[in-house]
């Protein structure tokens, strides 16, 4: 009947060891960098990206946070934690780990977060939410 459904990840198990200096946007005001406020300033949606250091960082942060504990397998996702090749799906990543993270940051983007002044994209990269994120992350750094 599959694996057991983790206990909600607490906020300050997910924030454990988080080196803020890693997050640039940290602390920011995330409806005011995604445009949100009336004054309808912000970081313009084109420059919501990523770098490729980006990419070789988030693949480091998902693999601590597997090893610790912060993301678990579930009973929609049955990832092999010490499995180095596919991971643990986008839905998962983004449920136990990416969410917290940033909302505690002040609720914008990782990319915003890492990058909160924007930056210039040169490529968009699209991804499948079932894929394993190792997987994809492999395939986009291999290719960049």
Known sequence: AGLPKPAPCEL??????????HYPGWGSNGAQLHGMLKDGKGVPIKCWCCTFEDLKFLRGEVRAAIN?????????????????????????????????LTKAAGSMSWALLRNPEGMQCDLFVTHAWIEGVFEFLDKALGSW
Not at 12 to 21: C, P, Q, R, T, W
Not at 68 to 82: C, E, M, N
């Open 68 to 100: 610790s504990g912060k993301i678990q397998p579930t009973a929609r996702d049955s990832f092999d934690p010490t499995d180095d090749v596919v991971g643990p799906n986008m839905y998962t990543v983004c449920e136990q780990y990416i969410k917290p």
């Open 12 to 21: 300050d198990d997910i924030l454990a060891g988080i080196d803020k200096s």
